[in-house]
């Protein structure tokens, strides 16, 4: 019990002081999980839009097998994008394994079907009369689009600020696409785990109570927005 | 103005009007009154291009738009206030302006067509309230300036009075009265028959979504048929009672 209380404390001080290596760690985590959700959203925001405003066969199945996908385990991800990235793999050439931009790769698909469904989820929520005042002003379809998207911008934000909670938070893509390479591809999570397991535990505190604090801003935020 | 040609439109299975033969003269004011649930809406919906009919045709000038983009050039000569206006996000002026910005008009233009169109609803120094935080009746008036202000050739107007009470009703007729006189074709669903017979020029009953008679208030006072006269007689009849209600809650109080 000591012990865990002494790592709390010596946790507290390696913030507070600022300790190098978990303001890096931190940094990193930060940048990786952000770049994600940035390419995430570039592509699934619209893309989401895209099945919300258009009506084809198996629509429903679609919506259907996101909102399955949103609880992907992280290591099911790991391997798929590892299989592409390795070298034996499709996209072996360009040497994106074990690097930052195939773990911002890796989050990125990772977070796809939280971002496309709540996207799709919030547009669904705009009421269709609200829809048609827009259609009765005169506005034309990408008008009405852009309309109904400023609507549901506040779950639209919530749902990328879930997604960038999922990046931030998971490990099985930093460890098997990052590989947890000191200086260069070491996370949060994948700092925790390592830490935890050499017994370094004011660390490994440190590095979770600053993954908690970020989680508990992020839940906020989400709140906050979706009222917005 | 508005011509439809043996519009009828199925919605899952149920038949929500059947073989509409209407025509909206230009510049005319033109009543549409039937109970709830008649189609009313349907049919200012079908006028405007939002429904498609699932049989018959709309021709708007006489000509009926083939395309999207005909439908969409169409329907931005058209103004339409709801019965329950939706606020869009933002404030009153934002919500004036909506139809003027997507029309890519300048901004000072669009800056004098709000202050005028809020001014004759009687909302000026509203221009930066939050829309959504409005009373009902500011609601109603702040989508009819909305319409206005896009200077439509006709104004369809689905039961603007309805959830109202009798002060902003006034308001709301005053308001339907001066685009009339300003030469506007005026479409206008109610199921409040002295307020038709008030402002239209003719009227055009409808009940289960069919047209069951048509023309002048007074033509269809003394009409023959038995559904007619009893649906104007309640209609009257409802009225009354209202004004009796009004009458006896002015005397208690």
Redesign the interface.
């Given at each position: 019990m000591d012990e865990i209380t002494r790592g709390f404390i010596r946790a507290i001080e390696l913030i507070l002081e600022l300790n190098p290596e978990v303001i890096e760690v931190t940094l990193r985590s930060f940048l990786i999980a952000l770049s994600s959700v940035t390419i995430a959203s570039l592509i699934n925001v619209p893309l989401g839009s895209l099945i919300y405003f258009h009506h084809f066969p198996g629509r429903s199945g679609l919506i259907n097998l996101i909102q399955t996908l949103y609880s992907i385990p992280t290591v099911t991800v790991g391997l798929f994008v590892f299989l592409l990235i390795s070298r034996e793999g499709p996209l072996g050439s360009c040497g994106l394994l074990y690097t930052p931009y195939g773990m911002i790769i890796g989050q990125s698909v990772l977070i796809t079907p939280v971002i496309l469904g709540l996207t799709i989820s919030a547009l669904s929520n705009v009421s269709d009369d609200l829809r048609d005042t827009a259609i009765s002003l005169g506005a034309d379809r990408f008008q009405t689009i852009r309309t109904v998207i400023a609507e549901a911008r506040g779950p639209v934000l919530a749902a990328l600020l879930l997604g960038f909670g999922r990046a931030l938070s998971e490990v099985g893509v930093a460890m098997m696409i990052g590989g947890n390479i000191r200086g260069y591809t070491r996370v949060l999570t994948t700092a925790i785990a390592l830490e935890t397991s050499m017994g370094n535990l004011e660390m490994s505190i440190a590095l979770g109570l600053i993954l908690i604090s970020i989680a508990l801003v992020v839940n906020t935020v989400v709140g906050r927005l979706q009222e917005w | 103005m508005i011509q439809l040609e043996d519009v009828s439109v199925e919605r899952n299975g149920r038949q929500i009007l059947k073989d509409i033969n209407i025509e909206v003269r230009t510049g005319e004011t033109l009543g549409i009154i039937g109970p709830t649930g008649a189609g009313k809406t349907t049919l200012l919906?079908v006028m405007?291009l939002?429904e498609v009919p699932s049989k018959g045709r709309v021709l708007f000038r006489g000509e009926a738009p083939k395309n999207?983009s005909e439908k969409?050039a169409a329907?931005?000569r058209?103004g339409?206030v709801?019965q329950?206006?939706?606020m869009?996000?933002g404030t009153v002026y934002d919500n004036v302006a909506?139809?003027l910005r997507?029309?890519r008009l300048s901004k000072d233009e669009i800056d004098k067509r709000v202050k005028a169109a809020l001014s004759d609803v009687g909302l000026e120094g509203y221009e930066r309230r939050p829309a959504r935080m409005l009373s009902g009746g500011e609601m109603q008036r702040v989508a009819l300036a909305?319409?206005l202000a896009?200077s439509p050739e006709i104004l369809l107007l689905d039961e603007p009075t309805a959830n109202l009470d009798p002060r902003t009703s006034y308001v709301i007729e005053d308001l339907i009265s001066s685009a009339k006189m300003r030469g506007m074709t005026v479409v206008i669903s109610t199921h409040d028959l002295p307020q038709a017979v008030r402002l239209a020029d003719r009227i055009v009953i409808i009940m289960d979504g069919r047209v069951v008679s048509s023309g002048s208030p007074d033509l269809l006072m003394g009409s023959d048929s038995d559904e007619v006269r009893e649906f104007l007689h309640a209609g009257m009849l409802r009225h009354l009672d209202r004004r009796f209600i009004h009458e006896l809650t002015r005397i208690s109080h």
């Amino acid at each position: 019990m000591d012990e865990i209380t002494r790592g709390f404390i010596r946790a507290i001080e390696l913030i507070l002081e600022l300790n190098p290596e978990v303001i890096e760690v931190t940094l990193r985590s930060f940048l990786i999980a952000l770049s994600s959700v940035t390419i995430a959203s570039l592509i699934n925001v619209p893309l989401g839009s895209l099945i919300y405003f258009h009506h084809f066969p198996g629509r429903s199945g679609l919506i259907n097998l996101i909102q399955t996908l949103y609880s992907i385990p992280t290591v099911t991800v790991g391997l798929f994008v590892f299989l592409l990235i390795s070298r034996e793999g499709p996209l072996g050439s360009c040497g994106l394994l074990y690097t930052p931009y195939g773990m911002i790769i890796g989050q990125s698909v990772l977070i796809t079907p939280v971002i496309l469904g709540l996207t799709i989820s919030a547009l669904s929520n705009v009421s269709d009369d609200l829809r048609d005042t827009a259609i009765s002003l005169g506005a034309d379809r990408f008008q009405t689009i852009r309309t109904v998207i400023a609507e549901a911008r506040g779950p639209v934000l919530a749902a990328l600020l879930l997604g960038f909670g999922r990046a931030l938070s998971e490990v099985g893509v930093a460890m098997m696409i990052g590989g947890n390479i000191r200086g260069y591809t070491r996370v949060l999570t994948t700092a925790i785990a390592l830490e935890t397991s050499m017994g370094n535990l004011e660390m490994s505190i440190a590095l979770g109570l600053i993954l908690i604090s970020i989680a508990l801003v992020v839940n906020t935020v989400v709140g906050r927005l979706q009222e917005w | 103005m508005i011509q439809l040609e043996d519009v009828s439109v199925e919605r899952n299975g149920r038949q929500i009007l059947k073989d509409i033969n209407i025509e909206v003269r230009t510049g005319e004011t033109l009543g549409i009154i039937g109970p709830t649930g008649a189609g009313k809406t349907t049919l200012l919906r079908v006028m405007d291009l939002i429904e498609v009919p699932s049989k018959g045709r709309v021709l708007f000038r006489g000509e009926a738009p083939k395309n999207e983009s005909e439908k969409l050039a169409a329907r931005r000569r058209i103004g339409v206030v709801f019965q329950r206006p939706l606020m869009l996000r933002g404030t009153v002026y934002d919500n004036v302006a909506y139809g003027l910005r997507i029309r890519r008009l300048s901004k000072d233009e669009i800056d004098k067509r709000v202050k005028a169109a809020l001014s004759d609803v009687g909302l000026e120094g509203y221009e930066r309230r939050p829309a959504r935080m409005l009373s009902g009746g500011e609601m109603q008036r702040v989508a009819l300036a909305r319409a206005l202000a896009i200077s439509p050739e006709i104004l369809l107007l689905d039961e603007p009075t309805a959830n109202l009470d009798p002060r902003t009703s006034y308001v709301i007729e005053d308001l339907i009265s001066s685009a009339k006189m300003r030469g506007m074709t005026v479409v206008i669903s109610t199921h409040d028959l002295p307020q038709a017979v008030r402002l239209a020029d003719r009227i055009v009953i409808i009940m289960d979504g069919r047209v069951v008679s048509s023309g002048s208030p007074d033509l269809l006072m003394g009409s023959d048929s038995d559904e007619v006269r009893e649906f104007l007689h309640a209609g009257m009849l409802r009225h009354l009672d209202r004004r009796f209600i009004h009458e006896l809650t002015r005397i208690s109080h």
